[in-house]
């Protein structure tokens, strides 16, 4: 018997004891007569007469009646026409009903097996509450607070089918708190999962959920991407936006809010957002990523050395934290350029070898379109341009305009230095592969906090531009969502 049709057969004998169970707190146990009438209406509805042993114990012979119902065709739906023709809109018949056509997961897992867990998860607080349950329920909205208590949280998807698999909500929930929390209440949780599996039929599914949740774990990383866009009067005022990533498995993270601000309070503003997002990161003992989305005037932004925790009187460097990235809003905006962006990234990740990367200079800068018929082939996926990018694009020969049209994901630059003057460092740093260049270029600029030389003076600034194609965020958002302190402030100009 295959798991699947074991799980079935498994929750058809739940349903019919949750019936009983139903059916036992009615008037039936103790009168004969309406159980003999009980039958009768079944019978009619099944046009045949059910013939069903009576016992002198009333709830044995309820049992009997709803074994009966459930080993004929159409036999439950007779039972809920039954009950229907003896107490209409009664609690007994809605229940009776939901049992036989909605089953749930508190028909499947009976309440003496849910109170198990109630004092390990009463007891347990996990700050991505709302980001388990959704991917436990298979629903992208969930509420948005439980009060920090894992058992609300399960009480809630007790209300939530089985999917595909038959593997319930529940059960699903349960492994995602248990990976996350570890220890002794971890594993008494994966044994409560593994007690439920065996008794559900379900043990080869609950091993390929866990596997995932595991893998899935172990991958993980969080990202906090923030978009700057002019706002389109002033040319010294940007709109300021964020998308911060609380799962792991969750992406596009809806966008957390828009905000104006000058040039200069960018660094402070991003500093903010930065520490709410540690806040919201407390219970999460995986890697975190920082991307910056800016506009083409702003690529020489040194957001590489941009500090956090301002208000402390002593900055600290987000360098130390984090692999920190710019991102190209113009490719962003522009669909036009999304599929050939999508089959470098694939290239790239198929086959990160620093044999992939252009270095540019190499192409005589006034023959029109030379250097997009370079990056045309489809071998490069990462460029280091000559020189840093201007604000504007220089007409028919653009390093920056022809790598990010030709799909190049990867781009690097220095402010002063030029590609044969990086070509020495880059070479170190894809020794191996392109793969996690954001993580060896951060590694590199901690050493130059400690190193000092020409070479770690160069890798200071070194800006990597690392654009994955399958981070995409919906920009231009009609909707302004305040950040922390907006209203105050407003309200201060205000007065």
Known sequence: MSARTGAVAETAIAIREAAVDVLAGSELPDNGQSRVLLLQLIGDYLT?????????????????????????????EALV?????????????????????????????????????????????????????????????????????????????????????????????????????????????????????QRLSLVPVLRARRARVTQALDDARLHLLIVVQHD????????????????????????????????????RRVDELVVDAERAWAGYPITVSLEIVLPR???????????KEHDTGNPKPLVLDYPIVIRSLERMRS??????????????????????????????????????????????VMMVL???PTAEPRPGADEL??????????????????????????????????VDLPGRVQDLRRSAFNVRSAEMDIVRDLVLLWDDPDRLVVLDQPLHRPLKGDIADERERAS
């Open 297 to 307: 005037a702003l690529l020489t932004l040194p957001v590489h050395r941009w500090r």
């Open 386 to 388: 000559a020189t840093s």
């Open 401 to 434: 305009t022809a790598a990010l049209r030709s799909g190049l994901p990867v781009l690097m630059w220095h402010p002063l230095s030029s590609s044969e003057d990086l070509h020495e460092i880059i070479g170190r740093l894809v020794d191996g592969g392109l």
């Open 232 to 267: 389109g009067i002033d040319p010294d005022r940007y709109l300021l936006s964020y998308w911060r990533q609380d799962d792991p498995q969750e992406w596009p993270p809806p966008l957390g809010g828009t905000v104006t601000v000058m040039a200069s309070e960018l660094e």
């Open 81 to 197: 026409w039954a009950v229907r023709m003896l107490w209409p809109d009664s609690l007994v018949y809605k229940r009776i009903r939901q049992l036989v056509r909605d089953p749930q997961i508190r028909d499947l897992l009976p309440a003496l097996e849910l109170d198990l867990l109630r004092g390990h998860l009463t007891a347990t607080i996990i700050p991505q509450l709302p980001a388990l349950v959704c991917r436990a329920a298979g629903r992208s909205i969930a509420p948005a607070s439980f009060s920090g208590n894992a058992w609300e949280a399960l009480r809630y998807l007790t209300d939530f089918n089985a999917g595909p698999d038959g593997l319930p909500p529940v059960m699903l929930f349960v492994e995602l708190v248990a990976c996350q929390v570890g220890g002794v209440v971890g594993e008494d949780l994966m044994r409560w999962n593994d007690q439920q599996a």
């Open 48 to 76: 045949y007469p059910l013939t069903v042993p009576d016992q002198m114990v009333g709830r044995s012979h309820l049992v009997e009646i709803v074994s009966a119902c459930a080993s004929v065709d159409g036999g439950m």
């Open 335 to 380: 669909p036009h350029w999304h599929r050939v962006w999508r089959l470098r990234w694939r290239t790239l990740t198929n086959d990160p070898s620093p044999t992939r990367i252009h270095f540019g200079g190499s192409v005589d800068a006034n023959a029109l379109n030379g250097i997009d018929a370079v990056l045309s082939d489809p071998r490069w």
